[in-house]
């Protein structure tokens, strides 16, 4: 890493938020069970060395469908106590003594759901990282709170991302404040509320009487399926995360090497980190992926940290000041950037075309496509998207 470079991630890394009491907790149950298992001081295994793309995807996929199973049982399980409680005991005690008891349950049985789909995401993020072959803990070159264990930790239970700025880059200068708000208030009420909702809504939902002896129980299964989708988002983010930081690696790696950084000029350079911080604020938010990625290709060029790189305009008109094979290779980086968070915003579907011109719809293709491995459990194929090669398309 470059002298200039250094000084950047002391300067210019920072967060908005220490890292949480849930995230702490996770990323140490995470590093328990990599000791655990003796990969914890295991070197990432390269790429190319993985098992085919369908063994992976198949043993990831198989991973994810027990994990839904256990996490509806899960939430089945725990369902059952209430509605039990409420067909036994309404109408044959005192309103007060019913519904304290009532209360007392649901928060009991939520706080078991909540303890054990936790526990549960924790293994199965990790259980995903050792079939894809990462056991590094610390290999981003991030903060210490923002290493691996830590993304993983984040997704396995369901704590929003934080903040982070770097090179002066705001992935959220688009975002409206209300709207941060409004997103920060709900990601937080989702976790401890969705659940306690479901079981006091369905169950109470068909009135009173006999006729809702049958009805009462619709609260079980449909707590269960919730349950079983959360897991499978928790599964299909930590996916995301995990193949994005093993691109990230090879992309600065094995793509950046001398031969290929010897063709491209301190202009080009530039513009190929400006292709991952426009894709940062165009995707309107601060996904981990990007800030690997972005992390990664700086300690591949010599940058200036005073220049406003996350600048839309500015980096359209760069892409005017280099050479076709630069921009080629801009336009790949850029391609790539835009799928690594696993979605496309509205802003990078209207902005993008403006960049890739009448390439428009093989890159935009080619980014559908690469979403589509790394969502899929197929890391080769998304390897071999990730090319930068000076050519279009």
């Known amino acids: 890493m470059s002298e200039s470079t250094e000084n950047i991630d002391k300067t210019s890394y920072q967060r908005d938020q220490p890292a949480g009491f849930l995230e702490k907790i996770g990323v140490q149950y995470y590093q328990y069970l990599s000791q655990k298992a003796g990969v914890g001081a295991i070197k990432n295994i390269p790429i190319d060395d993985l098992p085919p793309d369908e063994i992976m995807a198949s043993l990831a996929n198989s991973l994810t469908n027990f994990a839904a199973i256990i996490a509806f049982s899960i939430g089945a399980l725990t369902t059952v106590v209430s509605v039990w409680f409420e067909w036994q005991y309404e109408g044959r005690i005192s309103d007060a003594l019913y519904y304290s008891g009532y209360t007392l349950i649901i928060l009991a049985m939520l706080a078991v759901e909540m303890t054990v789909l936790f526990w549960l995401g924790l293994r ?31 997704a396995a239970l369901e704590v929003p991302d934080p903040v982070i700025h770097y090179l002066g880059i705001d992935p959220l200068k688009h975002v409206p404040k209300t709207q941060l708000l409004f997103v920060g208030v709900l990601y937080k009420a ?69 031969d290929t950084l010897d063709k491209l000029s301190p202009k080009a350079r530039e513009g190929a980190i400006r292709a991952v911080a426009t894709m940062m604020v165009l995707s309107q938010n601060h996904h981990p992926n990007m800030l690997v990625l972005l992390v990664k290709m700086c300690e591949s060029f010599a940058i200036e940290d005073s220049r406003e790189y996350d600048n839309w305009e500015d980096f359209l008109a760069l892409l005017n000041e280099v050479t076709e094979d630069e921009r080629y290779f801009i336009l790949d980086l850029l391609c790539v950037s835009a799928a690594f968070d696993g979605h496309l915003s509205a802003l990078e579907r209207e902005h993008l075309p403006e960049a890739f011109g009448e390439h428009t719809d093989v890159y935009m293709r080619r980014i559908e496509e690469l979403i589509a491995a790394l969502l899929n459990g197929r890391l080769h194929k998304a390897k071999d998207l990730c090319k930068l090669d000076f050519e279009a398309g």
């Open 124 to 154: 199965t993020v990790h259980g995903l990282a050792c079939i894809t072959g990462h056991y590094g803990s610390n290999d981003d070159n991030l903060a210490d709170t923002d290493a691996v264990p830590n993304m993983l930790a984040r």
């Open 190 to 258: 989702k976790i401890l509320l969705s659940s306690l909702l479901i079981k006091f809504i369905l169950v109470r939902v068909f009135g009173k009487g006999s006729s809702r002896l049958g009805f009462q129980w619709v609260a079980i299964p449909v707590t269960g399926i919730w349950d079983a989708v959360v897991m499978y988002k928790v599964a299909r983010e930590a996916r995301l995360r995990l193949f994005g930081s093993r691109l990230a690696h090879h992309i600065a790696d094995d793509i950046m090497q001398p």
